[in-house]
């Protein structure tokens, strides 16, 4: 794959951006209970503008883990419907960023199909990188995982 670049880590091991990027992902999922009622959601931006949005209610006896799989999922194929081919991605689950990019394997059999699934995506890339932010940093795609479950508690609550 031309032009893909290894993501670089500081003194502290924690992913930096490589560069400038037009395109950005953030990523979260929740977990009422962990495992409980979970949800995901993302964005894409595009030099600091939503331009896109999504939640996703994901199921019941969910891990946190495996909702924020699903978010940074979620994302990676959107970007891909949309073209994008270069991608600065974030997150803040220190676990799945560090898995995605290699500081960390994945021990958990639970969430080896996902990881399978986002290196998968990961690939279609031209350039993709990878760096953790801190929880206040992602609001937005924190407000949309939330969102997923409380739409689904509410439709529950109609029947």
């Keep these: 794959m031309i032009g893909k670049f290894s993501p670089k880590f500081n003194s502290a091991n924690k992913v930096c951006p490589v560069k400038d990027v037009d395109f950005k992902l953030q990523f979260d999922g929740c977990s009422k209970g962990n495992p409980g009622l979970a949800g995901a959601g993302a964005v894409i931006y595009r030099d600091s503008e939503e331009i896109w949005a999504s939640s996703l209610y994901i199921g019941e006896k969910i ?5 924020e799989y ?11 419907k949309m ?4 991608l600065m991605v974030e997150g ?4 799945i960023i560090n898995q995605v ?13 996902l990881y399978n699934k986002s290196k998968e995506l990961e690939g ?13 940093k992602n609001s937005r795609a924190d407000e949309l995982s939330n969102i ?7 439709l529950q609550n109609q029947k």
């Design 70 to 80: 699903a978010g940074l999922i979620l994302g990676l194929e959107q970007a891909l």
């Design 101 to 113: 990019t290699g500081l960390y394997k994945v021990k958990s059999p639970s969430l080896l199909n």
């Design 92 to 95: 803040d689950s220190m676990l």
């Design 63 to 67: 891990t946190n883990n495996h909702a």
């Design 83 to 86: 073209n994008i081919k270069v």
């Design 148 to 154: 997923a479950i409380k739409e689904y508690v509410e």
């Design 124 to 136: 279609q890339f031209d350039e993709i990188y990878f760096t953790h932010i801190y929880r206040n």
